[in-house]
């Protein structure tokens, strides 16, 4: 599909890069082609992000060599890679919510008129230009927080565009839009690939990675694997080259469809009558029994996310309620629930750690007086939260680190871990793997599968088709707050679930 | 999409080794209390080193050191109240005007007060000043404004009280209180422990065991640490926050309690400055404004690292009288940029 050039965009000759003893980055020789989406791929830990920062100029004591189109360039600051054309899209979007999408898009270059004041038209006029050539449908007087999450992507890739970028490099771009929005994503980064911009793609989703890449760079610890053609590999291979091994098929995620066992029998622990909750939840039941796990699929914003942070008394319901073994839970009191053994791991590890204090005291924090009693004492605590962390599997398993020092997926078994030294009858999860790579993943959902095995009733929300199928034993699709289908006892792929939601 | 902060290098754990989990956060107040000792002491031709003046620091500092205890469990758990002052001297204001009621000492505080009276007329005081606290509290948990806004109106509000109960009169307070915020026990002839200073040391005390080794303590640093991550794991923490702030009171009016009795009466001039020396004291020790981290040891060093300034500065004699509340806050501004890049580099 592109013409094969002679000097590659951008190339990077044995870059490596090392922070106090360890080598982030070591000797990465990476080449990426004019009108070429190239995907790059690898666990958390494995040198994405060190690298993107190097392009990206936030860390311009690297070793080796950056060449643009032939030529070494110092990427000495963020300003300066801009100035050589590299832009990059984070993950966390910096686009000024308050401000519209023509504003966002002249940030920090608005045209004046003579006297030095900003000419609206022109700027206006400008963007509706840019947007139009690029094909996005967008009125440029919208305030940008008002734009759906993909809308805000491609206004932060036209401002990229706008200021003469010609290397894109775009940071797990589709983990928070929904089936939809990475269409009108994708249809975007094909108009641009063919103007000639070279774009890097750096996502865990590796089918995304695959449709759209033309070829794919795999990292591991710091070095690079390979590189191939998308075209000539597939999901397993790729796996395989970042993890060092094959995974369980269950875990890698199902095209074909899985067959759902049959209504349990067992009488329900968790049953919700009647919740609504405003944006959310318009009048939705669900029940859930011990030993199984029910899967809630919608997409982001269909509310699947905020209704199960309302059964862990996290949010109080403007109707309805949540019963716990037939007595009803004290809606909004995430105390009772606790007491009671409904458990919750969120998705936003910001939002489910202490990241300055001990792991230690984020791990006893749930069931305080069960592990350590009335007079707190670190000798006490450390050895019974040093226990959990070895049997959740977290690394480095030492209870005196900063919570905030350790990776996501560790971050993430931490989490899960001060469920374990309690009564756990309820296991809420909400996007529990959201940003983890493949590896971690399997882990913390092994570490589920062994709660549920245990006598906990799970509940599994999710807008990722594969963690729901591989997981649950029930599936309830949600679409604009209300349950739209159930799947029990039958089999169901993944355009089955994207059919109701 | 960060990588995680990269592993301790073999210098690091050498350093933790030797020193245990001390960060240049814990250094850094102790550092700067010695240096600022130091200075003094050159500056002042060694006459800083005087048991004198070690007596004069531990008595301006008890004040001090009382409110800064309530006030460290309300910044742990990221809040404010500026209302410390204005309920120090609400607090000491009821005692006095009660003080003087027919059923205690009489006008003018002329006559004999029965202890239960005396009891009475310190402990409702401290009892209200509670309840200015818990409604503080209260206040900022159910409209979720934040503390900040709610407490500015109580000193608002405290201050009223104040001017309305005393008229701008003076009143006398209790023989109890005159002792503690004078006396002490005589060590020798010139060295003298406070009684002021030895209640500071209870209330700091106490206060620490109930941070350190309660779960009380813990769910306010966790609170203050990251309330949403303390909420889904179950942690009340609108009730650690309205108890924190109730704290806060509590101290607060023990305080404006031994610092009338250092005065040796009640008045509207007292306390005006309180607010803002506790918080610097809380804030010079090391605990962070944004909650989560600090505790009472280094409000310690914090206490006494303001009441040596203050001290100090009034002993060299060579700085004019209207400099000195220049320099003391120069001073002040020089040691918390330097704390504060010190624990950036954690």
Known sequence: MTPPESTPLLECRGVSKRFGGEAALDGVDFTLRAGEVHGLVGSNGAGKSTLMKILAGAHPDHDGQILLNGQPVALASPQAALRHGIAMVYQELSGIGQLSVAENLFLGRQPTTRFGRIDWRRMHAGAAEQLRLLQIEVPTERRLERCPLVVRQMVEIARGLHSGARVLILDEPTSALSPPETRRLFDLVRRLRERGVAIIFISHFIEDVLEICDRVTILRAGKIVETRDAASTDKHAVIHAMLGHRLDAPEVGYETGVELPPRTQTPPALVAEGLILPGAAAGIDLSVSPGECLGLYGFVGSGHQELVHCLAGAMRPTAGRVMLDGSELSPGSTHDAVRRGVAIVASDRAQSLVHGAEIYKNVTLAHLKRTSGNWLTRRKEAPIAAQVLTRVGCRPADPMLRAGNLSGGNQQKVVLAKWLLGPLRVLLLDEPTRGMDVGAKEEVMRLVAEQKRAGAAVILASSEPEVVLAHADRILVTSRGRVSKEFVGCSVDKSMLLRFA | ?346
């Open chain 2, 1 to 346: 999409m960060t990588d995680p902060a990269p592993h301790s290098t073999a210098k690091d754990t050498l350093f933790r080794r030797l020193f245990g989990r001390v960060e240049a956060q814990d250094v850094a107040p102790i550092v700067s209390l010695a240096l600022l000792i130091l200075f003094f002491g050159v500056a002042t031709g060694g006459a800083f080193f005087k048991p004198a003046t070690l007596v004069q620091t531990l008595k301006q500092g008890s004040v001090l050191a009382i409110v800064s205890v309530g006030l460290t469990y309300v910044l742990l758990c990221a809040e404010i109240d500026l209302a410390v002052g204005m309920v120090a001297l609400w607090t000491a204001c009821l005692c006095g005007w009660m003080f003087e009621l027919p059923f205690a000492a009489g006008p003018k505080g002329a006559g004999d007060a029965a202890g239960w009276a005396v009891a009475v007329v310190l402990v409702i005081p401290l009892v209200s000043g509670v309840l200015l606290g818990l409604a503080s509290g209260v206040l900022t948990v159910w409209s979720q404004l934040p503390s900040f806004i709610i407490t500015l109106a109580m000193m608002n509000i405290a201050d009223g009280m104040s001017r309305w109960l005393t008229k701008s009169e003076k009143f006398n307070v209790p023989t109890v209180l005159k002792t503690i915020g004078n006396r002490g026990i005589d060590l020798t002839d010139r060295i003298q422990i406070p009684y002021s200073a030895l209640l500071a040391a209870v209330v700091f005390l106490v206060g620490h065991v109930v941070l350190q080794h309660t779960r009380f303590g813990r769910y306010v640093y966790m609170t203050g640490g990251n309330r949403e991550a303390a909420r889904l794991a179950g942690v009340r923490t609108g009730l650690i926050v309205i108890a924190c702030l109730a704290i806060g009171a509590f101290t607060a009016g023990l305080g404006g309690l031994v610092n009338a009795g250092r005065l040796n009466s009640v008045s509207l001039d007292q306390n005006a400055d309180l607010l803002l020396s506790a918080v610097a004291c809380v804030v010079l020790g090391g605990t962070s404004l944004f909650g989560g981290s600090g505790g009472m040891g280094r409000t310690v060093i914090g206490v006494l690292t303001f009441s040596v300034l203050k001290v100090g500065l009034n002993q060299v004699l060579w700085i004019n009288d209207l400099a000195r509340p220049l320099l003391m806050g120069l001073v002040l501004l020089l040691a918390l940029v330097v704390n504060g890049l010190l624990s950036k580099k954690r």
